[in-house]
């Protein structure tokens, strides 16, 4: 019979464990934080554990809303931001900012927006604003990926707009030296982006769609710049705003990237969750005093 008997239990993906493993472990007495990723913690709510020892953890306030209109008992439920390898991507000199120079770094499928931003690029390009444009990750969808470059090309604009294809995170790294804005124009209602904030502690403008919980990581025209979803042209506004007030532009960048590396580190995020770890333990143990 085994004999290990934990203060506390951090799980993460319930789906993959099944609800009845979280009830087991309730029975011995044991907490449990959930770190909820998704927009769902893996069960219905009516299979919701109902216990005090039960604690939601999620990864953006939109998750935890989320999870309250659905019916989950969120009443402990605290927000806890992923975090990023910050140090990793720390970049004490800002990228040059004499134009702009577009990434966009993740999967190139329709549900991530790649063709609202070459959309926002169309015309930008039409306004005659100087860019230069990097779309790179790689695609489970190879015709959309050719879709949007067929565009590309029959705009005229292959000379402006890159696609890089998969890169790794070494070459992600070097890319981001050499670009200054990173777009993330998801339809997708995205719980976080731990890219999003790699990119931000990098010295990169960040400009966010409005849906998920990644825009909580921004604050407009504060830290950052936030869009309509599926909107192009509030995305060329938003980007074409940028080298109009230089000063505010770099202000923006740097208060970003303070941002990133106080409050959005794996070390900070780590942190907290030892904290409230070491909170359901100790509630525990008063309570089986």
Wanted: with cysteine; proline share 6%; net charge negative.
């Amino acid at each position: 019979m085994c004999s290990f008997q934990p203060d506390v239990c951090l799980t993460g993906n319930a789906d993959f464990l099944g609800s009845s493993i979280l009830e087991q472990i309730l029975a011995t007495g044991t907490p449990i934080a959930h770190y909820v990723m998704n927009s769902q913690p893996g069960y219905s709510h009516d299979l919701a554990p109902q216990s005090s020892l039960y604690r939601y953890i999620t990864v953006s306030n939109w998750i935890r809303d989320n999870l309250q209109e659905q019916g989950y008992p969120t009443e402990t439920a605290q927000t806890i931001y992923p975090g990023a390898e910050v140090e990793e991507f720390y970049q004490a000199e800002l990228p040059p900012r004499d134009q702009l120079r577009i990434v966009y770094a993740s999967l190139v499928m329709h549900y991530k927006g790649p063709d609202v931003l070459i959309e926002a690029l169309y015309l930008l390009h039409n306004a005659g604003v100087d860019f230069t444009a990097t779309i790179a990750g790689g695609s489970l969808t190879p015709s959309f990926v050719e879709a949007l470059q067929e565009f590309v090309v029959s705009e005229g604009l292959q000379e402006k707009i890159h696609f890089a294809g998969l890169l790794s995170r070494q070459e992600l790294k070097q890319l981001y030296k050499t670009h200054n804005i990173w777009v993330l124009p998801s339809r997708f209602e995205e719980p976080f982006s731990i890219g999003l904030i790699e990119a931000m502690v990098a010295g990169l403008t960040i400009v966010t769609s409005d849906r998920g919980g990644s825009p909580e990581a921004i604050q407009h025209s504060e830290t950052g710049l936030i869009f309509e979803s599926e909107n192009p042209l509030d995305l060329a506004d938003n980007l074409s705003s940028l080298p109009m007030n230089p000063a505010e532009w770099e202000a923006m960048t740097r208060n970003g990237q303070e941002r990133a590396l106080s409050e959005l580190s794996r070390t900070r995020t780590m942190d907290r969750l030892e904290s409230v770890l070491y909170e359901l333990a100790l509630q525990n143990k008063k309570i089986n005093q």
